[in-house]
């Protein structure tokens, strides 16, 4: 499968605990976002990366969120001391800015529960 | 602020009807507005976008500058059309991060 790849694929942990998602972007591609999805929303961006460069990051991450692409290549999204307001669907995707057009591949997302 | 709006969160057309999904924008500068779908079970995808002035399994959608809208349309709707569509724009034609709408689920009546 050549696609966007997530890790874990779902997560289960109780309130005040780490976690840490994983995302491996379509090889070529030199971009990478992360959005949240919660219950009857759309997808909400979060934060992108051009190679190993982190651009733009929303207001929505807190402190207790960090994220990395330390070689340009897979992403992590860390949470800190997670929150029940914390529970969502984290969707990873990516694209190359050697496309005139901005489309974005995602992947299957990471659905975190928190309890 | 850029905003995107879908109105309606449910939508249910009879097989052979048309389909019209409405999506209204409020964003500043020029905007790249795009269609993403999500069938069942399956990740998001992109469907279509303005710039290509494409159709795409039948579906078409037209920037209306004047109103701010892209709606989404099919003339005659199709089962397999049934899926959670999303309204989605970004700025410019970089790569830039995308805003979606809340989008809305689609249903073919057989």
């Known amino acids: 499968d050549t696609g966007v790849s997530q890790n874990p694929r779902h997560k289960i942990t109780k309130r005040g605990q780490n976690v840490t998602f994983r995302c491996d972007p379509i090889?070529?591609?030199?971009?990478l976002y992360w959005y949240r999805q919660t219950l009857g929303q759309g997808p909400e961006f979060l934060t992108y990366?051009?190679?190993?460069?982190?651009?733009?990051k929303s207001r929505l991450l807190s402190d207790r969120f960090s994220a990395e692409r330390p070689k340009g290549s897979f992403s992590t999204l860390e949470i800190q001391r997670t929150e029940q307001g914390d529970s969502a669907m984290y969707l990873c995707?990516?694209?190359?800015?050697?496309?005139?057009?901005?489309?974005?591949?995602f992947g299957p997302g990471t659905r975190l529960t928190v309890l | 602020a850029q905003r995107v709006t879908q109105p309606e969160k449910l939508l249910s057309v009879f097989k052979g009807a048309p389909v019209e999904l409405k999506c209204n924008y409020s964003?500043?500068?020029?905007?790249?507005l795009f269609w993403y779908v999500q069938y069942s079970r399956q990740r998001l995808q992109l469907l279509l976008r303005?710039?290509s002035r494409e159709s795409i399994k039948g579906f078409t959608a037209d920037l209306n500058k004047g109103e701010t809208s892209f709606h989404l349309k099919k003339p005659f709707a199709q089962e397999e059309d049934s899926a959670m569509y999303y309204c989605?724009?970004?700025?410019?034609?970089?790569?830039?991060?995308?805003?979606f709408g809340t989008g809305t689920r689609l249903t073919i009546i057989p």
């Open positions: 989605a724009l970004s700025n410019n034609f970089g790569n830039e991060k995308l805003t």
């Open positions: 964003y500043s500068g020029s905007p790249e």
């Open positions: 995707a990516s694209s190359s800015d050697r496309s005139y057009v901005n489309e974005q591949f």
């Open positions: 090889s070529e591609h030199n971009r």
């Open positions: 303005h710039i």
């Open positions: 990366f051009q190679n190993e460069a982190q651009l733009e």
